[in-house]
């Protein structure tokens, strides 16, 4: 019962990362996911995680309610154990709230916030689309991933993962649903220019830092540098 109740917990509090990102996708252009491409791709990767409809249509009619909430993205970067570094994507209706418990999180885990471009120079903002295996071999991915005008493909046994510039994300994503179908996911994200491995000690309070960023309301998405051997991944997964 209280392992069904963490699941349920995070869970809802996963639905209402989503729900804040339609809204706000829905408020910064049209309504309408066919004219609106960041709506489309947010409806889309909350599709993928079973949100229900409803949960969708709520979110995109909050962002046409005269009492909706103004969100702003803000980024925030800094350093955990081991001069690793990190980068929290956030929406909030308040700023001064989520800097102070971002900066909170960090001082707790033995870590610093730093200024806004002190750490994304080490990382490269990149589009990146799954699909799961069923989409197609890696061959025939590789050259759907081509002639969409993407950069690479990854291809393990939990699926394929396309990685395309930034900027033509959306163009990418749509042809790609063409040749491939509906994506899994489709989403901008910061992946590191060089990792930095660390030892279990250290991961274990990395891990700990993230879960805890990744807990606040208010925080969307958290990236790093850091890499742990499996044997060490295996040891604190269990």
Not at 185 to 192: P, Q
Request: proline share 3%.
């Amino acid at each position: 019962m209280h392992r069904k109740g963490r699941q349920d917990a995070v869970r809802s509090k996963m639905f209402s990362k989503l729900a804040r990102e339609i809204t706000v996708a829905a408020k910064a252009g049209l309504p309408d996911p066919t004219m609106n491409a960041r709506l489309r791709l947010a409806i889309q990767n909350a599709k993928a995680q079973s949100m229900p409809r409803d949960n969708i249509d709520r979110a995109i009619k909050k962002a046409t309610g005269a009492d909706s909430e103004n969100y702003e993205e803000v980024r925030y970067e800094g350093y955990g154990p081991g001069g690793t570094a990190i980068i929290v994507e956030a929406l909030t209706d308040n700023r001064n709230r989520t800097a102070s418990n971002v900066r909170s999180i960090f001082t707790k885990a033995g870590g610093a916030l730093g200024e806004t471009g002190s750490v994304s120079f080490s990382f490269d903002h990149v589009g990146e689309i799954t699909y799961k295996p069923s989409a197609g071999d890696p061959d025939t991915v590789m050259e759907a991933a081509i002639e969409a005008g993407a950069d690479d493909v990854e291809t393990d046994e939990e699926g394929h993962t396309i990685t395309c510039a930034f900027e033509s994300l959306g163009e990418v994503a749509k042809a790609l649903e063409g040749a491939l179908g509906e994506a899994e996911t489709v989403k901008a994200v910061w992946r590191s220019q060089n990792n930095v491995p660390v030892d279990e000690e250290r991961a274990q309070s990395l891990m700990k830092l993230i879960d805890s960023l990744e807990d606040d309301d208010d925080v969307q998405n958290v990236y790093s540098n850091f890499e742990v051997s499996e044997e060490v991944l295996a040891k604190l997964s269990a």
